[in-house]
């Protein structure tokens, strides 16, 4: 409630501010508008920001320096009117002086400009160092857990058995690391779901982009994204309860056995769920190249195929590979339907029809429970992850160097 009221109080303050700054110009410069360094706006935008920052510096100071002061002045721990009380105060001030700084010759689009650009690198500050904290978490965590289990044995061991006891007195006090099973499983479901999704994605955006009418278009390519937007746990009911015991009584009637949880029935419903990832990003992309590349290979003779096979597809490439990376990512992350289809059996297999499990499903299995945060079995979670933020790496730089490597023809 208390960040609510600071949230509307700052809202307010920044359309009063607003407003005070463009009318004020205006009156200002009455009949010479153009006159102006900065458009009206930009002037509005300027007090804006006088009002917004003090009172936000405002309320972090005193929400910080709260724990300490609300004893010795006898004020409650938490009381989000003085918070908002004091960030008007603040606001209020910038507003008055920012009120006299405003003037026809004042740069305020520049000023305004500066703020938006400290804004922006603020943000992308925030977001390399949270990615920076996440690899941090994850090798610190995962260097305890090879400090109990051999990084070989983890990386190369052919049983995955994460069961250990609580007590030491217990049976069962040591289990197996072996991660090969876990990289094998999601490898499988996802080479499953990107022979799905890669063919009926391309062939669907080169549909789109080039062969359909603006009408089907409109209409088809919405019914596509839709898939994006249905909850996974949906999919995962779907493959359980439908394409599972289609694919078992398929091979039942040709006399092959088909587990009742196989990578087969995981793999194709996530195919279907991550055919938008795949046909929208090639779909946008394709028709962002120029129409004078097209024209030029019909003026030599080159047909309609022809031109989307040698013009735009390799044109398109990189956001193409762009999107397909999009989807192995999805792929690999995705843990409902891999639950619901595929099982939590880590069998070291290549046969789809058998039941698999992936590095995801194991985190959050790991991650659940009364184990003890410190024992082997729940970090072996951050090592798991670990390796999969590693293989997702790998795969960014592969994807990059194709691009790069396609793209020089075009350059």
């Not at 019914?223 to 995962?236: K, N, Q, R, S």
């Not at 059996?345 to 995801?360: E, H, I, R």
């Not at 790496?393 to 020089?408: D, F, H, P, S």
Request: proline share 5%; charged share 10%.
């Amino acid at each position: 409630m208390q960040i609510l009221v600071l949230i509307a109080t700052l809202l307010l303050l920044s359309i009063v501010g607003y407003e005070f700054g463009r009318r004020r110009v205006l009156a200002l410069a009455g009949a010479r508008v153009r006159d102006l360094h900065s458009r009206p706006q930009y002037h509005g935008l300027y007090v804006a920001l006088w009002c917004v920052i003090p009172g936000l510096g405002a309320a972090v100071v005193w929400l910080v320096a709260q724990p300490w002061l609300s004893p010795i002045i006898g004020l409650p721990d938490a009381n989000g009117a003085i918070t908002a009380a004091l960030a008007a105060i603040a606001g209020l001030t910038g507003l008055a002086m920012a009120q006299r700084r405003v003037a026809p010759t004042l740069r305020a689009r520049i000023a305004v400009e500066r703020v938006a650009r400290v804004v922006m690198i603020i943000a992308s500050t925030v977001a390399i160092l949270t990615t920076f904290g996440i690899i941090l978490s994850l090798l610190f965590e995962s260097l305890r857990f090879f400090a109990k289990v051999p990084i070989l044995d983890f990386l190369f061991g052919l049983r995955w058995s994460p069961q250990t006891a609580i007590r030491a007195d217990q049976i069962g006090a040591s289990g197996a690391f072996g991660a090969v099973p876990l990289f094998a499983g999601t490898m499988l479901i996802t080479v499953i779901a990107m022979c799905v999704a890669v063919p009926i994605g391309l062939f669907s955006a080169i549909y789109m982009s080039e062969y359909a009418t603006p009408r089907v278009r409109a209409g088809v390519k919405p019914m596509l994204e839709i898939l994006a937007g249905v909850p996974t746990v949906v999919y995962g009911f779907f493959a359980a309860l439908t394409v599972a015991p289609f694919f078992r009584g398929l091979g039942e009637s040709v006399g092959i056995g088909v587990s009742s949880e196989s990578a087969l029935a995981a793999g194709a419903v996530m195919g279907i769920m991550i055919i938008p990832f795949v046909s929208s990003i090639s779909d946008d992309v394709m028709n962002a190249v120029p129409q004078s590349l097209r024209d030029g290979a019909y003026a030599l003779g080159a047909t309609k195929s022809e031109t989307v096979r040698q013009v735009v597809l390799p044109a398109a490439l990189p956001g193409i590979v762009g999107g397909i990376l999009l989807a192995v990512s999805r792929a690999i992350g995705e843990t409902m339907i891999v639950v619901m289809a595929a099982g939590l059996a880590a069998n070291l297999t290549a046969n789809p029809l058998q039941a698999v499990t992936t590095v995801t499903v194991q985190i959050v299995t790991l991650l659940v429970g009364d184990q003890e945060f410190d024992s082997a079995k729940t970090l072996a979670a951050f090592a798991l992850g670990l390796a999969l933020f590693v293989i997702t790496l790998v795969l960014n730089v592969i994807a990059l160097q194709v691009v790069r490597t396609y793209r020089e023809k075009y350059d």
